[in-house]
């Protein structure tokens, strides 16, 4: 019996010191919470029991699983050259795979799962260089998990963190959990995203400044040409270079945001910037420079910086005043002695728009482009992913019109407001008091079985006026829905983005016209156009005439090409008798992701039937130039 037990155990010793040797990519299935989950290993082939390793979570996104996910990062991006000595597991987000590892709520222990599975086959793993990675929403997941845990990690590695919007990022879902900002400083956390990642672009940005205004150990780099997907290794490095050794060896100033509004009435200029010390040695004072249309105002700040440590600082000075008009402003922070690591990132520059006088004519406006005053009017918006833009493709005369979008496909967006503000203008010198718009609109009504019962989602237009220099606004319009369709039924049961949109026929348009007499004596008023989000519709604005219609307006530009069938089902033809040498075409989704590039010779046919259903855009670059049209992918 002794003996038979000895074999036993010299048996099973041989068994896991075997298994335990196992190297490459391989799947272990564990049960996690009552199922069956996939764990995905790549180990070194040089592994030896007797070195100590490394180990990175690696979370993927939302639709893939471990296993694509753990191929394409050993097979195609060899992360494993990135990162030698290191151990890989990549747990499977189980059968809710189109949602993050907090669907459900729970599911986000499986990374602590993975590290000890990992720990138990191979003893040899430092415990002290763990570092947690994830793309899209496992990104996002992932900046959820290391931040309630920072002490399990080295580092965070996000690929293109997949935050839900600014009410996602504001901690304002009503989750059961949230980003924990207030542990941004215990934990390097590197971002990486494209340049042509469009949902994701601005928000990352925000968010890298949330973490700053924390103290956060973080570090962001946005990728030319890269759409939503990884690096290559060459380029990730870097960010895995940052979380295993954040302190570079001296002081690096670093502007991170210079807060200004795009216009005011007011000559003084009073901006609020956010600097940080990039590098890992406290800083000495700091030399602050405001330049406003190349007249430089000084300021020395006696502060300290610590390594990663930031503020905020509201700058007053007489004397940083502005012009009527356009105004230029740049502000340069930088060591007031010694070198700076980086003087690349010491300055950044915006501009304002000042007015201290109000037009008094007429205003009209077609978004042709040409029109008087176009350069006073503004966007401002809530932080939605889509804001008011031209629309080169539907109009109620002319070539363009100003347009917005809202769905719940993207984005929550409930409540924001996205807002097209006038120029200033005197209503004693304005004969017609009133304003007159043509609009064209419809909204989203969902039925069973999609929803229990009939929902209807439909945004709201707003008009309003300001006479203080937009400090306060009266409430001139309100409408939503039924009342301010065109259409005479809502876009039923849309179920995806190309669905989604409206696009009106030329009889589906209608014009508000409204009253201004009750601000007759107000010498300096602007108006606010506001899409305050249903999650439901698609707006256009044309033709909006402050006082009396123009009796001649400028020429109109032609569009140059045209594209047909419009929507399009397998094929469709560019005709253009408008080129030279140097025009040239590029075929981009809704993202912005370059799909092709193309010569017309005046008419050319193009093959779409491998495009998915959705919106594109081709646009005509010809010198300085560039002209966009889209179409629609049945």
């Not at 009396?548 to 399009?568: H, R, W």
Request: proline letters at 4%.
């Amino acid at each position: 019996m002794k003996t038979l037990l000895l074999l036993l155990s010299v048996s099973i010793a041989l068994s896991l010191n075997s298994y335990a040797q196992k190297t490459g990519s391989f799947n272990e299935i564990i049960t996690f919470n009552g199922e069956q989950r996939t764990l995905s290993f790549y180990v070194p082939s040089n592994y030896s029991p007797d070195s100590t390793y490394k180990l990175m979570v690696g979370l993927h996104g939302m639709g893939d699983n471990s296993s694509n996910y753990s191929s394409a990062i050993h097979s195609s991006l060899s992360w494993q050259t990135v990162i030698p000595n290191t151990i890989f597991v990549y747990p499977d987000g189980g059968s809710d795979q189109s949602k993050d590892f907090y669907a459900p709520l729970g599911d986000e222990q499986i990374i602590t799962e993975a590290i000890n599975y990992a720990k138990s086959l191979y003893s040899n793993i430092d415990s002290d260089e763990i570092i947690l990675q994830g793309f899209s929403l496992g990104g996002r997941s992932a900046l959820i998990f290391g931040l309630d845990n920072p002490e399990m990690f080295k580092g965070l590695v996000l690929n293109t963190p997949a935050i839900q919007g600014i009410f996602d990022l504001e901690n304002e879902l009503g989750l059961a959990y949230s980003i924990n900002y207030k542990n941004a400083s215990k934990i390097p956390i590197a971002i990486v995203h494209g340049e042509e990642d469009f949902p994701y672009l601005e928000i990352n940005q925000k968010l890298e400044k949330k973490l700053i205004r924390e103290n956060g150990v973080v570090y962001r780099a946005q990728i030319p040409n890269m759409p939503h997907t990884i690096p290559p290794s060459q380029i990730e490095v870097s960010f895995f270079n940052f979380v295993n050794n954040p302190l570079r060896n001296g002081v690096d100033i670093e502007l991170v945001d210079l807060e200004i509004p795009q216009r005011t009435c007011d000559n003084t200029l009073k901006p609020k910037i956010l600097i940080r010390n990039f590098g890992g040695i406290a800083s000495g004072p700091i030399n602050l420079k405001v330049i406003i249309n190349g007249n430089e105002t000084g300021y020395l700040q006696d502060i300290i910086l610590e390594p990663f440590n930031s503020l905020e600082i509201a700058l007053q000075n007489e004397s940083l005043t502005l012009s009527e008009g356009l105004n230029t402003v740049e502000v340069i922070a930088e060591p007031s002695s010694g070198t700076d690591l980086n003087e690349n990132n010491n300055s950044t520059t915006s501009e304002i728009s000042m007015y201290s006088e109000s037009i008094g004519e007429s205003l009209f406006m077609g978004f042709e482009g040409q029109e008087k005053y176009t350069e006073d009017w503004f966007n401002e918006s809530e932080g939605n992913l889509l804001t008011w833009g031209i629309d080169g493709d539907v109009s109620k005369s002319g070539n363009n019109s100003m347009s917005t979008f809202n769905t719940i496909l993207l984005f929550t967006s409930q409540g924001l407001s996205e807002d097209l503000l006038s120029p200033y203008f005197d209503l004693t010198q304005i004969e017609n008091k009133s304003v007159t718009f043509d609009y064209a609109f419809n909204y989203h009504k969902y039925t069973p079985p999609y929803f229990t019962q009939d929902v209807i989602f439909t945004d709201t237009l707003k008009v309003y006026i300001s006479n203080d220099c937009g400090e306060t606004y009266d409430l001139l319009f309100e409408k939503a829905g039924e009342d301010l369709a065109t259409a005479s039924q809502p876009i039923e049961n849309p179920l995806n983005l190309t669905s989604a949109i409206y696009v009106p026929n030329n009889d589906e348009w209608g014009t508000i016209n409204i009253d201004l007499s009750d601000y007759s004596f107000q010498s300096s008023s602007t108006l606010k156009f506001s899409l305050v989000s249903g999650q439901g519709g698609t707006i256009y604005i044309d033709n909006i005439i402050i006082g009396d219609a123009p009796t001649s307006v400028e020429s109109i530009a032609k569009k140059t090409f045209t594209i047909t069938p419009n929507p399009a089902k397998s094929n469709i033809k560019i005709d253009d008798n408008y080129q030279s040498a140097e025009t040239t075409y590029t075929l981009t989704s809704i993202t912005g992701n370059i799909i092709d590039s193309f010569d017309v010779n005046n008419s050319m046919n193009i093959d779409v039937n491998k495009l998915n259903s959705g919106v594109y855009f081709i646009t005509k670059t010809n010198g300085n130039s560039s002209e966009t049209h889209k179409f629609i992918k049945e």
